[in-house]
């Protein structure tokens, strides 16, 4: 299986490091920008031994799943923007797989392009199963330039068992798929959507496009947040990326960071 870019990837700039072996993709690329790399650069494994997930939960990768994380520079960004690089990132994703579906795909199941949902913040679900998670940390290098790692860990061969959520795999799915391919599909449309994005100036052109994928629009939600449940409808996503919930009384409830459940998992959180 080899690993490479997609042309508009290229053509943009961005490099690529492939390694055979990995406790993180994520530790390897901040360990580069701490060293001074500025990116934008793809750090990718093909076995990640110590992956990690949001919230200081563990991202289990099994052998044939993809892990692979992106060192980008935010020089020009404002801080508390660059958490509407998840969006960003997500929705690339999304629409790399549901490119690997579309007609002349690697896809074996056609009716597969429009259900790679996204879910708030940061997660694609495939039929309301987990497929993949995405987890953005940052670094400062040297001369306090900061840059940001965005890490992707797609569920392509296999998916974890035992976990507290449903999650699936492209291979359970039946879709036909590989890392490698998965990879480059997302490097081009992350090349295509960070331009997009440009520096957090039009991220409102991104949040259109990924709230016509999101999972539980207008549906029951519910955010484990500080000890206490806080339920209502999913009404957006505002300006900054946050969730936009709907309560009971009507007033509107923004959420920053908690555990979300959409749908039946909502009404039984």
């Known amino acids: 299986m080899s690993y490479r870019l997609a042309d508009a990837a290229r053509a943009e700039g961005y490099r690529l490091h492939v390694h055979e072996r990995l406790e993180s993709t994520n530790t390897q690329a901040l360990a580069l920008a701490a060293s ?13 031994e110590a992956g990690r997930g949001r ?3 563990v991202w289990v990768s099994p052998p044939g799943n993809l892990a692979a994380s992106l060192l980008f520079p935010v020089r020009g960004v404002p801080r508390e923007r660059i958490a509407t690089f998840g969006f960003v990132a997500g929705l690339a994703l999304a629409e790399a797989l549901a490119d690997l579906c579309a007609p002349g795909g690697d896809c074996a199941r056609m009716d597969a392009l429009r ?10 679900l495939y039929e309301g199963g987990k497929l993949a998670g995405i987890l953005l940390e940052t670094e400062t290098g040297p001369g306090g330039r900061l840059a940001l790692v965005a890490g992707f860990g797609v569920n392509v061969e296999a998916a974890p068992e035992g976990l507290p959520y ?33 520096e957090a100036r039009n991220f409102p052109a991104i949040r259109q496009r990924w709230l016509a994928r ?8 519910s955010v484990r947040r500080d000890g206490g ?13 946050r969730l936009v919930i ?16 959409f749908g039946e998992a909502a009404t039984a959180a």
Request: a negative charge; aromatic letters at 8%; zero cysteines.
């Open 36 to 48: 001074g790399e500025a990116g934008p650069l793809w750090v990718v494994a093909h076995r990640q």
């Open 55 to 57: 919230r200081g939960n």
């Open 115 to 124: 259900e790679f949902r996204l879910k708030w913040p940061n997660d694609v």
């Open 166 to 198: 449903a999650a699936t795999s492209l291979r359970a799915a039946g879709l036909v798929a590989d890392a490698a391919g998965v990879f480059q599909h997302l490097t081009g449309r992350m090349a295509q959507a960070v331009r997009l994005w440009n």
């Open 214 to 221: 999101a999972n539980g629009l207008g549906e029951p939600v």
């Open 229 to 241: 449940i806080l339920a209502g409808t999913f009404e957006t996503i505002d300006e900054e990326g």
């Open 246 to 261: 709907l309560a009971p009384d009507g007033a509107r409830q923004i959420v920053t960071a908690g555990d979300v459940y």
